[in-house]
């Protein structure tokens, strides 16, 4: 979390002509589009905090950069155009050293509308690296070693993460491919089955497939970190047993707390753990939500965090907000069908009901990447965590699995 020094004011695509050379669309603020959330602390805590953000590594693996447009009416048109703009200007007020970003992953529908057609995930893949490749603050992370640079550097380690393998379709070499061009974590499958195995959205779980598992093999071989965030229990469970090394949920929370689909039960978590695997906290809207805080918002958030916490231990928990800058909870309305987010969203077994998920306008304290960075470590300082501790789970833990991994 080293204080970020290298920003120096650059708006995505500032090497071309807005309006001219790509349609330009008015994104929202990156920071306050709602009424900013700090978590308060006392003066000793607020001191406690700012030395942490200097000392300590902050790694969000799981995260969405993009900016959304200022009208939501208009996101559907933005993503079709496969120019998403990057939060640079708020990314450089956070605590975040590296972070995995998932780029379109969900909303890919530059040329169909079901998403994750091949052509579109390299489009997006090339055009957001060659964004990054134009100014010096964030740069493109490969290697476990950026991160630490990065945290020297005052800068952002840029990794690339896909939700899904669906891209890949059976053609096994895909995963090299994808490798090479960047690629650093990529899921089993989203929220709908694939070559591979069986999304969360799918009310039959039929595990790993015969080709899901060569392409574990595959990932194993090249140092492919896997994630199962949106796969099917049976086909998470599968994914890890059939791993050679470490699997991530990058991004979840405990089914133990709130009945649906799109969490994760103690088994899976408890296989991950047994496994070496980093589960991340997910604060996607209305998600991380719970019986005593049905309204989602930090407090929320942090109690999924030390309930999985205490089930595999604070070696095997970290953050991935799954965040983004604007309106959230719109892009997600917007994108329900593309990302199956009613699947997700109900309950987890066929005869139970699904508990009702109150609305909501925003995330209070986690509606961005940098106001997540932020009140996560405040909290844990708030509420006594050891330096140790709060080393691991903002950023220990998962360089220690990436390492384990071949990163």
């Known amino acids: 979390m080293g204080v970020k020094t290298g920003y120096r004011g650059y708006k995505s695509y500032d090497y071309l002509e807005k309006g001219v050379d790509y349609k330009h669309f008015k994104l ?33 693996v799981h995260e ?18 496969g120019r998403e703009s990057a939060g640079f200007e708020g990314l450089s007020r956070s605590c975040i050293d590296a972070l995995f970003d998932n780029l379109m992953d969900g909303t890919c529908v530059i040329h169909s509308k079901g998403g994750w057609k091949w052509e579109d995930v390299i489009h997006d893949i090339g055009i957001r690296a060659c964004d990054i490749a134009h100014q010096d603050f964030v740069f493109k992370g490969e290697r476990v070693e950026d991160i630490y640079r990065a945290h ?7 990794f690339i993460g896909l939700e899904s393998s ?24 989203y929220s709908e089955s694939n070559c591979l195995g069986s999304g969360c959205a799918e009310v039959n779980d039929g595990g790993l497939t015969t080709f899901g598992r060569a392409a574990v093999e595959r990932m194993n ?21 059939a791993s050679a090394k470490p699997v991530f949920i990058s991004h979840a929370g405990a089914r133990a707390l709130w009945n649906m689909r799109r969490l994760k039960p103690d088994d899976v978590l408890k296989a991950c753990a047994d496994k070496g695997g980093v589960i991340g906290i997910e604060a996607a809207p209305r998600t991380t939500i719970t ?69 909501i306008k925003y995330v209070r ?27 691991k789970v903002a950023g220990g833990n998962a360089i220690r699995a990436l390492k384990e991994i071949g990163l």
């Open 291 to 359: 019986k005593r805080s049905p309204v989602h918002n930090l407090e929320s958030y942090m109690e999924h965090f030390e309930y999985i916490k205490d089930l595999v231990g604070i070696d095997y928990v970290g953050f991935g907000p799954d965040a983004l800058y604007g309106d959230h909870v719109g892009f997600n309305q917007l994108f329900a069908e593309v990302m199956s987010i009613g699947g997700n969203l109900s309950s987890s077994g066929s005869s139970d009901k699904a508990d009702p998920i109150p609305p």
């Open 28 to 60: 929202a603020r990156e920071l306050d589009w709602v009424e900013p959330y700090t978590l308060p602390l006392t003066d000793t805590e607020e001191a406690r905090f700012r030395r942490l953000i200097k000392d300590t590594v902050f790694i969000s």
């Open 221 to 241: 071989k090249i140092g492919m970190p896997i994630d199962v965030s949106h796969a099917g229990d049976r086909t998470s469970l599968d994914t890890i047993g």
């Open 64 to 81: 969405h950069t993009v900016v959304a447009t200022e009208d939501v009416g208009e996101l559907m048109e933005y993503e079709k155009e």
């Open 166 to 189: 669906t891209p890949c379709e059976n053609e096994i070499d895909r995963f090299e491919i994808l490798y090479g061009l960047g690629v650093r974590m990529m899921g089993i499958c």
């Open 365 to 391: 304290g986690l509606e961005n990447p940098t106001e997540a960075s932020h009140n996560i470590i405040r909290w844990l300082v708030k509420h006594g965590y050891s330096d140790e501790d709060i080393a």
């Open 152 to 158: 020297r550097e005052g800068r952002i380690a840029w």
